[in-house]
């Protein structure tokens, strides 16, 4: 049948890809001298890589005569590919067929295809908000009233909660507002130095219905006119575990989404900030004056190293800066395989004064883009936030997702900020990102899914198995925090109850999906 010819063709597809990648690797590592002078190494290495490409346009033209769309099996056929690099543990093994494979992106025909179909699906999820929060009747619109107002939440970690209200808002079609009132920690709220919301529908009027008494719960079927959400912890947050609720993904776009993106539920969260984290005006002048200081048609790094009140709480492990500056330079040695040597250049965010002066000292012969003036207005922590914090944070965040890669720790919220911006910008940001210890992880998203892709019986694990992931933060943030694993995770097998830690390259996500009625008028297929 057509499906089981498909199945056939795509693991074909991936044993000839796997193969290609493994051919270069291979043929460098052994036939090339392990010593050479930079030339000859440069002319050993693109002898090697012609072989490879050379293998990959006689599959790519195997599959353009198959029935299948081309850029379906071989979109996803990249996007496993660049999961499983990410979990190697050499670090220049993994440099090496990073490069090769970013450069195949760059020449195998369907450049700008994916340009256009990760900018088709952004405007569709940002038409989808925009018609949700301006809606033409204000006064007769359900409304969700979503409050900031638990202290233990930081500025990220607030943001992130506003972006989890805005799924539920576009889940339930609701118009979202936010009030304008001081987050629960200070007496300041980023949504003033935000754009609204909604140009035409920014208040309530009538009774709201609270959630307190359904244990904060915010159903699709609630018929009620005005919902008023308000947790006042991260216990009472992750009670609304519905239907919708993250890792969930809109079922109209979601086979779209998996072929730009190795990292759909970030992407996803990342639709969601963007339409949040608009600049109003005032931060706009300030975002474009900061860009003028730096030409980035050059290549740039950013470093955001968090230090200060993170250092207190039970996620907080501190790194040194030669750890993210290791992970710097050998980005620039990725860079400089295709290209001239270049200038190093770094975009460095911290609230420590001390790592400002570091690494002056340090690193005398990079080029430093710095502001001391934000370190020390957020250095002090989230309790003493002032304007000047605020301004300086959103500006950070908005720096550092336009450099060429950014070396951080997700279990900073602005680490995760970063990233979620630039997938918003440019669609698949997963090799443009280095995490110093843990993998992304989102503080509204409950638990993810997984299936084996090979059967191993010493775990009793079999194929058809379904491996649930505890993602709250204690199972995602505070205990990977003290043990830096990216590469496996902890599985509880539904079938045998058995919990097993297990190398992510075994195994495969199962999608959550929902149907957001918003996106019923958009065509699964449509490219």
């Not at 590469?487 to 996500?509: D, F, G, M």
Request: proline content about 5%; hydrophobic content about 40%; some cysteine.
């Amino acid at each position: 049948t057509r499906n089981k010819m498909m199945r056939h063709l795509f693991s074909k597809f991936e044993v000839f890809i796997i193969v290609f990648i493994l051919s270069i690797f291979l043929y460098y590592l052994f036939y090339v001298d392990k010593y050479p002078g930079e030339n000859e190494y440069k002319a050993n290495y693109k002898s090697a890589e012609d072989k490879g490409y050379q293998i990959f346009r006689d599959v790519k033209d195997f599959f353009a005569g198959q029935d299948a769309a081309p850029e379906d099996a071989y979109e996803l056929s990249k996007q496993r590919i660049f999961q499983n690099i990410e979990n190697l543990v050499d670090k220049e093994h993994k440099l090496i067929l990073q490069n090769d494979l970013e450069q195949l992106e760059k020449t195998d025909g369907f450049s700008g295809w994916r340009k256009r179909e990760s900018a088709s699906l952004s405007n569709q999820v940002q038409s989808a908000l925009d018609r949700l929060q301006n809606p033409p009747d204000c006064n007769n619109s359900k409304k969700l009233v979503c409050h900031m107002v638990f202290p233990s939440c930081g500025f990220g970690c607030l943001l992130h909660h506003a972006a989890y209200c805005l799924i539920m808002a576009l889940a339930t079609r609701r118009v979202l507002i936010i009030p304008a009132e001081p987050w629960g920690y200070g007496n300041h709220s980023a949504i003033n130095f935000l754009s609204p919301l909604s140009l035409s529908c920014l208040t309530f009027e009538g009774p709201a219905k609270s959630t307190i008494d359904s244990s904060y719960q915010v159903s699709p079927d609630d018929n009620a006119t005005v919902i008023d959400y308000m947790p006042t912890s991260y216990e009472e947050m992750i009670m609304n575990n519905q239907s919708y609720s993250p890792p969930a993904l809109p079922a109209a776009l979601a086979k779209r989404i998996y072929k730009i993106t190795r990292d759909p539920d970030a992407w996803w969260l990342g639709q969601m900030l963007g339409y949040l984290m608009r600049p109003n005006t005032k931060q706009q002048k300030r975002l474009a004056d900061a860009k003028e200081l730096i030409d980035f048609s050059l290549p740039v790094v950013g470093i955001q190293v968090r230090r200060g009140d993170k250092m207190t709480s039970p996620e907080g492990v501190a790194h040194e800066l030669e750890e993210y500056m290791e992970h710097v330079e050998l980005w620039f040695k990725k860079f400089e395989m295709k290209n001239p040597q270049t200038k190093r250049r770094i975009y460095l965010a911290t609230d420590d004064p001390q790592v400002l002066a570091e690494v002056h000292e340090k690193y005398p012969q990079y080029e430093v883009f710095d502001n001391p003036g934000i370190t020390d207005t957020v250095a002090k922590g989230r309790l003493e936030d002032t304007d000047e914090s605020f301004e300086g944070l959103i500006q950070d965040v908005h720096m550092l997702s336009l450099t060429d890669y950014v070396v951080c720790t997700y279990s900073s919220n602005v680490c995760c900020l970063v990233y979620e911006m630039m997938l918003f910008r440019i669609g698949d940001a997963g090799g443009k990102i280095h995490s110093l210890d843990i993998q992304w992880w989102f503080l509204d998203r409950f638990s993810m899914l997984f299936e084996p892709i090979v059967e191993d019986l010493s775990m009793n694990l079999k194929y058809g198995d379904e491996l649930v992931v505890d993602t709250r933060f204690l199972e995602a943030v505070i205990k990977p925090s003290y043990s830096f694993n990216q590469t496996s995770v902890e599985t509880q097998n539904i079938r045998t109850q058995e919990i097993h830690v297990i190398p992510l390259y075994k195994l495969r996500r199962i999608h959550k999906l929902f149907n957001y009625t918003i996106l019923d008028d958009i065509s699964i297929n449509k490219i």
